[in-house]
């Protein structure tokens, strides 16, 4: 099984930055690739980044693509979300995700199969 706790979010003002950890337990087969997702009320989750854990190939949702970094410290089993530039409409709860293997650019949320709990993330104009 896999274990993940997602940390760092808190609110900040429009243009700043904020780093999200995402902490990973557990085997680490099954957490090949890695995902970040946000959900803003009202709306369904998206998929904003993604990582292969073995070979470090990123991936990114066009919403995000040049504002947001994924990264990972195998030391510490943490994979990071890096967050530039912030909106207004990056507000939302910030969950990172993982799954065996596959296709680590898919991004829908159906196609993981652990998650955190989700760590808040409110940007301010």
């Known amino acids: 099984q896999v274990q993940l706790v997602e940390s760092g979010g808190g609110s900040v003002q429009a243009g700043g930055s904020l780093r999200l950890s995402c902490s990973a337990s557990?085997?680490?087969?099954?957490?090949?690739?890695v995902g970040w997702f946000r959900q803003a009320p009202g709306k369904e989750r998206e998929g904003v980044a993604g990582i292969n854990a073995v070979d470090g190939t990123t991936y990114y949702s066009d919403s995000v693509k040049g504002r947001f970094t994924i990264s990972q410290d195998n030391n510490k089993n943490t994979v990071y979300l890096e967050m530039n530039r912030m909106k207004p409409e990056d507000t939302a709860m910030y969950s990172c995700a993982a799954r065996p293997g596959g296709y680590c650019g898919d991004l829908r949320a159906v196609a993981f199969a652990y998650w955190g709990q989700g760590t808040k993330v409110t940007v301010s104009s």
């Open positions: 557990g085997y680490t087969s099954l957490r090949n690739c």
